[in-house]
């Protein structure tokens, strides 16, 4: 079946720490992207990439990092230069065609300790 | 002014209501319309695109006026299933990225 997979679906991250959210896609899609999502607030999207090796910030890029090294995977290093990483974390393609439509990954809760 | 607004609810309406969500948008140059489902701490599910014509999938009915740059969602015969939070996603022409709403919650009672 195809889709986007996110893990872990739950992260632990302690002060200082990086971690790392992977993403991977097997719906050939070329477009991927990162969004934050805080409790009762809408998708704020962080990074985004069109096509590979290639990516561009979004609203909300401070303190992450990715890479598109393949065209299946989008990993985010969330970085301890983000103060407040505690949210939900959602990983979507699209086809990069017109009307195209975004696929969600399940997501990725990410907690502070 | 925000990029996308709704009303974030919550609308609590018994089963069987019409119930009906607007949604607005401030891009004249968005091109693309889409309402997403999201259940609590699940990822959003495409419920269904919004076309300048208008279109139907079952109970579900979706408007597009161009002109006021709002679209609106209309749910009949509500479901307790319905109950969820709706995003309203609007994208400019291609190259632009997908924008949320904050979404609107649904809870249907019995």
């Known amino acids: 079946d195809g889709g986007i997979t996110q893990s872990p679906k739950y992260l632990f991250r302690k002060e200082g720490q990086n971690v790392t959210l992977s993403c991977e896609q097997n719906?050939?899609?070329?477009?991927m992207y990162w969004y934050r999502q805080d409790p009762g607030q809408g998708l704020r999207l962080i990074y985004y990439?069109?096509?590979?090796?290639?990516?561009q910030k979004g609203d909300i890029a401070e303190g992450y990092s990715v890479s598109r090294e393949k065209k299946e995977s989008f990993p985010l290093t969330v970085t301890s230069a983000q103060k407040n990483p505690t949210a939900f974390y959602l990983c979507?393609?699209?086809?990069?065609?017109?009307?195209?439509?975004?696929?969600f990954g399940s997501g990725t809760q990410l907690s502070v300790l | 002014r925000k990029e996308v607004e709704q009303d974030p609810g919550p609308f609590n309406v018994p089963e069987g209501a019409t119930v009906a969500f607007n949604c607005t948008y401030s891009?004249?140059?968005?091109?693309?319309f889409f309402w997403y489902r999201q259940d609590c701490r699940k990822e959003p599910k495409l419920l269904m695109s919004?076309?300048?014509s208008g279109n139907e999938d079952g109970r579900f009915t979706a408007q597009l006026n161009r002109a006021s740059q709002y679209i609106s969602l209309l749910i009949r015969d509500s479901k307790l299933s319905d109950s969820a939070t709706y995003l309203c996603?609007?994208?400019?022409?291609?190259?632009?990225?997908?924008?949320f709403g904050p979404g609107t919650r649904l809870s249907v009672l019995p």
């Open positions: 891009n004249s140059a968005s091109q693309s």
């Open positions: 990439s069109q096509i590979v090796n290639d990516f």
């Open positions: 979507a393609s699209s086809t990069g065609q017109s009307n195209e439509k975004l696929f």
């Open positions: 719906l050939n899609h070329d477009a």
């Open positions: 996603v609007v994208r400019a022409p291609y190259g632009q990225n997908f924008v």
């Open positions: 919004v076309y300048s």
